[in-house]
């Protein structure tokens, strides 16, 4: 078993677990942590993939940014162990094995699929996506939506401003 | 080190199961903070999707989605949590059951 592959494995089983672990966990704030323990391998997987500066901003915007947010609000309203209200029966009878059928059939679907075996061994280039490449894309290219993400960002502050100003 | 061992198929089914686990988490989920965090799973889950094709095709619009998604996930990120805090204010509960004024 070559490096690369167990790295891909490992990263996966602990992904997946953080995932199951968001689900099973009863306070907010260990789904917060299972969350980042999800981002920080998603980010190893994107090094793996050869693309290093999404994987530094995954590990700086998402699991810096975006969970520190969480947790701190998470915190701030201290609002304890969340509530379980009991389930419908149709929600438990039908809902989780139709959730695990979804699961399997995206699975199957993008194992077996044409674009899945056509890429599946191979085209994969050799060369690895450079930054300068990347940025060179973003900034001719995509100039346009690159601006219009910062009147964007610019909206979302003072959206949260009004939402969250005393009356 | 050679990259392209691990065939891009498994990095879609990987990315195929997180989003089957966020789908089941937004629907499990009472809290209205937890559901936002599964949200936030299933943007992931495509990201690793769209950085896999990238590499499948030798392509870097993949990448510069990504980088978008990153960017309006932190938007949505902060009015969503502003509304949160609001929520939880007015109504001293973060369960989105008690928050059913528009339930049909």
């Known amino acids: 078993m070559s490096l690369p592959f167990l790295i891909f494995a490992i990263c996966a089983i602990l992904a997946v677990a953080g995932a199951i672990l968001l689900i099973a966990a009863k306070e907010p704030i260990h789904s917060a942590l299972a969350l980042i323990l999800v981002m920080i391998s998603l980010a190893v997987l994107y090094l793996l993939l050869g693309a290093p500066f999404i994987a530094a901003v995954q590990i700086i915007v998402y699991a810096g940014a975006i969970m520190v947010l969480f947790v701190f609000v998470i915190m701030l309203l201290n609002m304890g162990v969340e509530e379980r209200t009991n389930f419908s029966k149709l929600a438990k009878y039908a809902g989780v094995p139709l959730g695990v059928l979804l699961l399997f059939a995206i699975a199957h679907f993008l194992a077996h699929s044409s674009a899945g075996t056509a890429i599946a061994n191979g085209a994969a280039g050799t060369a690895s996506s450079s930054t300068r490449d990347l940025s060179t894309q973003l900034f001719q290219q995509y100039l346009f939506p690159f601006e219009a993400t910062s009147i964007l960002i610019l909206v979302a502050v003072l959206g949260a401003l009004v939402l969250a100003r005393k009356e | ?104």
């Open chain 2, 1 to 104: 080190m050679n990259l392209s061992v691990v065939p891009v198929s498994y990095y879609l089914v990987l990315s195929a199961v997180l989003f089957g686990l966020g789908v089941i988490a937004f629907v499990f989920k009472r809290n209205i903070i937890t559901i936002f965090m599964s949200i936030e799973l299933m943007l992931n889950a495509v990201n690793l999707a769209f950085v896999a094709f990238a590499r499948a095709h030798n392509h870097l619009d993949g990448l510069v989605f990504v980088f978008f998604v990153i960017v309006v996930a932190a938007a949505e990120a902060a009015v969503g949590l502003a509304i949160v805090i609001m929520l939880a204010q007015n109504r001293q509960s973060l369960n989105v059951e008690r928050v059913n004024l528009l339930k049909f």
